[in-house]
T-cell receptor, first 117, second 113 residues
């Protein structure tokens, strides 16, 4: 089955620093990847859609200069949280459709727990 | 805008019983609805997808129903096992042809041995 690998699984950083999270599709090509954020006991909130070879599209209320997305190849998307603050602490998860079809399942990475001190 | 409602209270059942989880939506009828399982600290894992023209879908011990009149989907796990303990999320298409999903906050299932 389609596998999405996300790294790192946990990261602790100091306020004001930047953190990069990688998301890779291991056995399929993903022209589109999605980045979600999840707070404890809450639903996944879509932050942005990462498009290979073009700019990411951000959901309303998500600061594009704070959450930089790069989708340089068909198997890799990165999310960089710039100048992180404690309120950015959350669980970040990436996902992709393995066939590019809207009615196929989404395959998720195992998430990155970000803690900003 | 579309809202998804899942019971926020945990469902606690005895092993061997059938677990039934509910997903209600408030607005337009989605073209399809999906169910995912999420374990603590992990990403969701896809379980089943049901389309608007389907009433029921089965996969092993899992069954999903979709009632567009009631705006509701039910997710059943028969002969439940402690290993089924997890949070179950329902997700709908956003209805804007964007291929994006919106998720409910999930219901936690606890199966007692």
């Amino acid at each position: 089955g389609a596998v999405v690998s996300q790294h790192p699984s946990r990261v602790i950083c100091k306020s004001g620093t930047s953190v990069k999270i990688e998301c890779r599709s291991l056995d399929f090509q993903a022209t589109t990847m999605f980045w979600y954020r999840q707070f404890p006991k809450q639903s996944l909130m879509l932050m942005a859609t990462s498009n290979e070879g073009s700019k990411a599209t951000y959901e309303q209320g998500v600061e594009k200069d704070k959450f930089l997305i790069n989708h340089a190849s068909l198997t890799l998307s990165t999310l960089t949280v710039t100048s992180a603050h404690p309120e950015d602490s959350s669980f970040y998860i990436c996902s992709a459709y393995d066939r590019g079809a809207y009615n196929s399942p989404l395959h998720f990475g195992n998430g990155t727990r970000l803690t900003v001190t | 805008s579309q809202k998804i409602e899942q019971n926020s209270e945990a469902l606690n059942i005895q092993e061997g019983k059938t677990a039934t989880l509910t997903c209600n939506y408030t607005n337009y009828s989605p073209a399809y609805l999906q169910w995912y399982r999420q374990d603590p600290g992990r990403g969701p894992v896809f379980l089943l997808l049901i389309r608007e023209n389907e009433k029921e879908k089965r996969k092993e011990r899992l069954k999903v129903t979709f009632d567009t009149t009631l705006k509701q989907s039910l997710f059943h796990i028969t002969a439940s096992q402690p290993a089924d303990s997890a949070t179950y999320l329902c997700a709908l298409d956003r209805g804007d042809s964007s291929y994006k999903l919106i998720f409910g906050s999930g219901t936690r299932l606890l199966v007692r041995p």
